[in-house]
């Protein structure tokens, strides 16, 4: 029996969900865990993030060729729908499944991760990563984190929205090799994704269309804002609401310079430290003692 981890990740949907396998994984410690994803890059670089062991592979579907019958996994996508789920919640002996969606409902053979559903065999909670709760002198004023991916090169048709502020920018995991050349106008400091760490924990007003990188930059007592971007899920829009975040929705100018110009005013809520409480989950699910 063998412990696998799914996770969706590539140059089209971003890294957020990885940077949660990650912190999950490594929160597990020594446990023998297997991490799956469909992205190649991401699957070959995994050790730089502290997972020891990863496997790209072309599709979800493709996951039984690796894993056997009775093997257990924990499953963060939003690809599955009703026919896949019935059949993965049978293929594997445990299978959680880590949901966003506020509209979500737990599958009766799978365990679920939510940060909005509070039941039996369901744990409520958001995974940042513990380490992001420790409070780090804000050096770096403001800061965009436009998102990992950007193949359509959204941020530089918008740049102009975020020019006035001359905030520093963090680029993106698959931003393409000179990208910066064409962006280098409109921020103080260009920072290459090696320093996103560093930048989302140093970083006072974080300005962000990941809504890990909110997640992370409030943890650690920043105050981040929320740019829900047109092609992205709007899934963390009722957390962030209940957390009084600001959120712009689109590339709306006015709307950024207002929510900049009144950060300073608005109470933003404690994001509770759930890191551990999930991690519990997890090793009771599987059995890890």
Known sequence: MRLFYYVHTGHRIGLDRFHRAAAIINALGDVDITLLSPDFRIAAEAKDFGIKRSVGMDVVRNIPQIAEHGDKIIFDSAELNPMLLDDMSQFFSTFIRIGDSPGDTKHPKEFLISPYLSSEGIAQGVVVGEHYYEQRPKTIPMALFFGDDDYEKDLGLHQEMFAPFKMDLVMGFYHFLGYEKALQDSFKTIHEWEEYDEVIRGTNVLVTASPMAVLQNLAGGGCPIYLQRPDYARDY??????????????????SLATAIGSVNEVVYGKLEQSDRKIIEFIQQKFNLG
Do not use: C, M, V
């Not at 829009?237 to 006015?254: K, N, R, T, V």
């Open 237 to 254: 829009i009722p957390l962030f609401e209940s957390l009084h975040i600001p959120i712009i929705d689109g590339y709306d100018a006015p």
